[in-house]
């Protein structure tokens, strides 16, 4: 069954609409279960469907979930009983016999889920690889005979595992190809590393060059390169915000972003992930009542939000952002690191993906970490955005100016995404990641998965739920040659541990096929695919341009 709510139904208020604005909501039940695909709150300010689903956790896996964190809690607590009277040897770092009286060192109770619970399934993760994180990679193996405390190498290297893990957007991150070659020549020619910043002895033509062509590719007046994506966020807003500043962030912003603001010494306030009437109330508020005591008017308002979130694979309503921007006369910084090269028809990110004008964000910001196979971020904006930039931010002013090997990388993928090095490999590429995610989606929606975010999102979480299946699914899936990332609490809710899928342009239909083959068997050996919303099979058709002017269903 599936109903349609628009204009004047009694049913709009119930679901987040407000003044009467064009809103689609499709129910599709299934027994007990609810899945709520959203499209537009405000429909005339898209100009294309937007569809994200998030189906309800089902109430006994719930239970069940939460039972089985209470099981390993009581484990730990009687593990750390035995620890304590030298029963079980303890691994983890405390403070000595004689510094007992000091200030501790180590928060006992905060490791209490590393000691016990992370300890368990630690080899899922850090594991070291021993080839270039293409669309296949080479594993290190290794073992452990102490719970995971430790790991000793077995000197077998495990070869040809499909990588769905990598950030490798559009395939960039390779060893062959030109910008390989032209990272290998400049290599050879300057070397590694700067030694000097910027603002001293660090800035080469090549770097300018960089920033020329990233301004370009966005369609800005000016860009500024930085050698660290993390650094980019977390040491350029607190040269835009201040005391006396308010910084409005969404609740699922990356750490980055969240380090930034605190940074700051902004007053923060969080509204809900993705909630516009979350966000337009928070405004509200703060043009009504102003600053704390004083109520005088903040010195600024700006709102911090991310294109794709990668622990949701969700895209960001930058249209009804922008509005709301707009609207309270508000400051916009945008966070593209998962989305820019990854969506819209030409890469541009999540502005050419909605169609918009890249001049209604007033900092853009994203990292050449991801799409582009390399290191570092930009901030791009208006030309005095960024000659403020210059001579404000720590990141521009401390920090070793980019090497020059990664400069030419980013400079070569660039090039090559925008069509200037006379082919058309870029294009064919954002083409076929876009085609890789739609049927990749679509056939775990049709096995049985619950499947977060939005349909065009290359990041894919799969909710596995309880605690045990976080480890014994990447065990799995690694046992069949196929490397995953899972991820759980404190990263996730702590009833919504999944793994997360990443799709490359580099992936083939036979590598997606097998590794949906794998998922599937996976999936029936632990039982995960709690989807009560069957999604009948539907024939492939070749992909086409038309892929982001239309919506499948």
Not at 57 to 62: D, E, G, I, R
Not at 80 to 89: L, N, S
Not at 187 to 216: C, D, I, P, W, Y
Not at 300 to 318: A, P, Q
Request: charged content about 25%; overall charge positive.
């Amino acid at each position: 069954v599936k109903v349609y709510l628009k204009r004047g139904s009694a049913y709009n208020s119930g679901y987040g609409c407000n003044r009467g604005c064009v809103h689609l909501v499709a129910f599709v039940l299934m027994g007990f279960a609810l899945q709520v695909y959203h499209a537009a709150c405000n429909g005339e300010l898209y100009s294309r469907p937007f569809i994200e689903s998030f189906e309800e956790t089902p109430m006994l896996v719930a239970v069940l979930t939460y039972m089985g964190y209470g099981i390993l809690t009581i484990f730990g607590y009687l593990r750390d009983f035995m620890r304590e009277w030298k029963i079980e040897k303890c691994h983890i770092a405390r403070e000595r016999e004689e510094q007992k009286d000091f200030v501790p060192l180590y928060q006992d109770f905060e490791n209490f889920y590393t000691r016990n619970l992370y300890m368990r399934i630690r080899d899922s993760w850090n594991r070291p690889i021993y080839s270039v994180p293409g669309a296949t990679f080479d594993l290190v193996e290794r073992s452990s005979n102490d719970y995971n405390w430790t790991f000793e190498y077995t000197g077998r290297v495990v070869k040809d595992v499909i990588n769905l893990g990598s950030y490798n957007y559009l395939g960039f991150a390779e060893n062959t190809g030109a910008c390989a070659t032209a990272a290998g020549e400049v290599t050879v020619k300057f070397g590694v590393g700067m030694a000097s910043t910027r603002q001293e002895m660090g800035n080469l033509k090549r770097h300018e060059e960089l920033e020329k062509l990233v301004a370009s590719f966005l369609g800005v007046e000016s860009a500024m390169a930085f050698g660290m994506g993390f650094a980019t966020n977390s040491m350029n807003i607190p040269a835009l915000a201040g005391k006396g500043c308010l910084i409005l962030s969404d609740e699922l912003n990356h750490a980055s972003l969240v380090l930034g603001a605190r940074l700051s010494g902004s007053t923060i306030r969080v509204f809900k992930h993705n909630n516009m009437q979350s966000l337009e109330k928070l405004l509200r508020d703060a043009i009504v009542h102003g600053q704390p005591r004083t109520h005088r008017p903040w010195k600024k308002i700006l709102i911090l939000v991310e294109g794709i979130y990668s622990m949701e694979g969700s895209i960001i309503r930058l249209p009804e952002v922008i509005a709301l921007k707009k609207k309270y006369k508000a400051y916009l910084y945008l966070d593209e690191a998962h989305s820019i090269g990854a969506l819209g028809p030409y890469g541009r990110g999540v502005v050419e993906y909605f169609g918009l004008d890249a001049k209604d964000v007033d900092v853009m910001m994203g990292t050449f970490t991801k799409s582009f196979g390399a290191a570092g971020g930009y901030i791009a904006g208006r030309k005095d955005l960024i000659d403020y930039l210059r001579t404000h931010s720590h990141s521009a002013i401390y920090a070793t100016s980019m090497p020059l090997p990664v400069v030419e990388q980013i400079i070569t993928s660039m090039k090559c995404i925008m069509g200037k090095d006379g082919t058309t490999i870029g294009r064919s590429r954002i083409q076929r990641l876009a085609e890789n995610t739609v049927y990749f989606r679509r056939r775990l929606r049709e096995m049985g998965f619950i499947i977060y975010g939005n349909n065009d999102s290359p990041v894919v979480p799969m909710m596995l739920y309880m605690p045990a299946k976080i480890g014994a699914f990447g065990r799995e899936m690694l046992k069949r040659n196929i490397g995953v990332v899972v991820v759980g609490f404190p990263a996730t809710p702590i009833i919504e541990s999944r793994a997360r899928f990443c799709i490359s342009a580099a992936h083939t239909k036979e590598m997606l096929d097998r590794a949906l083959d794998v998922i599937s068997e996976v999936g029936d050996l632990l039982q995960l695919k709690y989807s009560r919303h069957k999604v009948l099979p539907s024939l492939d058709r070749p992909f086409d341009e038309t892929t982001y002017e239309e919506n499948e269903e």
